[in-house]
T-cell receptor, first 115, second 113 residues
Framework: GAVVSQHPSWVICKSGTSVKIECRSLDFQATTMFWYRQFPKQSLMLMATSNEGSKATYEQGVEKDKFLINHASLTLSTLTVTSAHPEDSSFYIC???????????FGSGTRLTVV | DAKTTQPTSMDCAEGRAANLPCNHSTISGNEYVYWYRQIHSQGPQYIIHGLKNNETNEMASLIITEDRKSSTLILPHATLRDTAVYYCIVRVGSSFGNEKLTFGTGTRLTIIP
């Protein structure tokens, strides 16, 4: 089945700094990837759709200048949280298109803690 | 995509079948039913999906009612590793291009030893 690798698994950063999270499709090409955010005891909320070679599409209420998405190749999308604040602490998860037999495949997630 | 309704939580004894219901009364004819689960602090894992026929794979069975307004995910012999939040999602199509998935609140299934 399709495999999506997400890195890092966890990161702690200081307020005001930026953090980059990578999402890679290991055995397939993904023209589209999705970024989700999940707060404790809540469901996944879609943040944006990452499109290879073009601008990402952000969901309503998500600041595009704060959450920078780059999808420069068919196997890599990155999410950069700029000028991070404690309220950005969350679990960030990416997903990419899989196959009819396996559905969308999700990365293992990145736990971001801003101190 | 159609909205789904699931119980907030359920318990099931280890070794027994776990039956997780999902209501999707506003489902359209071209919308599929998907099930994913999320084990604590991990990304969601695909389980199974179907359109109108019942489906079975190595993980679970999916029973869809004839009117398609509800479905049941069945884990035939639940183990402690099946403790997770289970999400029922309906969406258009079975291809995986740029169609996003919208997650509801899911059912927190706890397997009791």
């Amino acid at each position: 089945g399709a495999v999506v690798s997400q890195h890092p698994s966890w990161v702690i950063c200081k307020s005001g700094t930026s953090v980059k999270i990578e999402c890679r499709s290991l055995d397939f090409q993904a023209t589209t990837m999705f970024w989700y955010r999940q707060f404790p005891k809540q469901s996944l909320m879609l943040m944006a759709t990452s499109n290879e070679g073009s601008k990402a599409t952000y969901e309503q209420g998500v600041e595009k200048d704060k959450f920078l998405i780059n999808h420069a190749s068919l196997t890599l999308s990155t999410l950069t949280v700029t000028s991070a604040h404690p309220e950005d602490s969350s679990f960030y998860i990416c997903s990419a298109g899989g196959t009819e037999n396996y559905g969308y495949t999700f990365g293992s997630g990145t736990r971001l803690t801003v101190v | 995509d159609a909205k789904t309704t699931q119980p907030t939580s359920m318990d099931c004894a280890e070794g027994r079948a776990a039956n997780l219901p999902c209501n999707h009364s506003t489902i359209s004819g071209n919308e599929y039913v998907y099930w994913y689960r999320q084990i604590h602090s991990q990304g969601p894992q695909y389980i199974i999906h179907g359109l109108k026929n019942n489906e079975t794979n190595e993980m679970a069975s999916l029973i869809i009612t004839e009117d398609r307004k509800s479905s049941t995910l069945i884990l035939p012999h639940a183990t402690l590793r099946d403790t997770a939040v289970y999400y029922c999602i309906v969406r258009v199509g079975s291809s995986f291009g740029n169609e996003k998935l919208t997650f509801g609140t899911g059912t927190r299934l706890t397997i009791i030893p």
